[in-house]
């Protein structure tokens, strides 16, 4: 595949996001306070050592949507609380935890053949339960003006996996 042209490369929907938020932080992006973990115990010292804090869980990897005997999932990102895992496993497959951070508004940058656009995305309903995933729900999409500092370090980032063509949320 090196050798021909293309919009993309194959298996790069399989990347892991752990090395992706080291690569990040590596020109330097700051992430927020991220674990590890594939344990109920380790999730209730996190929570109760920054209690003022929230948290979302998300997957290590990008996985599509999926039917389990008819019925259709999504793993959508969401909010973590004390109460809301305490049904879980005592061990589970390992899960990225991050500190949760507010903003007013999400940015969602398409890179193309070393071309960026941009586009701000703006909660069009409150939040359902514990998902903070924007593609929860209806929102407002409007351009956004990627700075210039922000391009030289997307462009770092995507120099290191050999990118031409990715999104990625900031």
């Not at 359902?128 to 995933?133: K, L, S, T």
Request: charged share 30%; glycine share 4%; hydrophobic share 35%.
């Amino acid at each position: 595949f090196q050798s021909k042209k293309t919009i993309g490369l194959p298996g790069v929907g399989d990347l892991n996001k752990l090395f992706m938020l080291k690569d990040a932080q590596s020109v330097e992006f700051k992430i927020p306070d991220t674990y590890l973990t594939n344990n109920k115990t380790e999730i209730k010292n996190i929570l109760e050592e920054y209690p003022k804090d929230e948290f979302i869980i998300k997957p290590i990897y990008n996985i599509n949507s999926y039917v389990v005997d008819d019925t259709f999932f999504t793993p959508y990102t969401r909010k973590i609380s004390l109460a809301s895992f305490k049904d879980f496993n005592d061990t589970f497959h390992s899960t990225l935890i991050q500190k949760k951070v507010d903003v007013v508004f999400e940015v969602r940058i398409f890179y193309f053949d070393e071309k960026f656009y941009g586009m701000a995305i703006f909660p069009g309903q409150k939040e359902e339960g514990n998902i903070v995933d924007f593609r929860a729900g209806s929102n407002r999409r409007v351009p956004f003006k990627i700075p210039d500092g922000i391009k030289t370090k997307l462009n770092k980032l995507f120099e290191l996996y050999e990118f031409n063509y990715c999104s990625v949320d900031l």
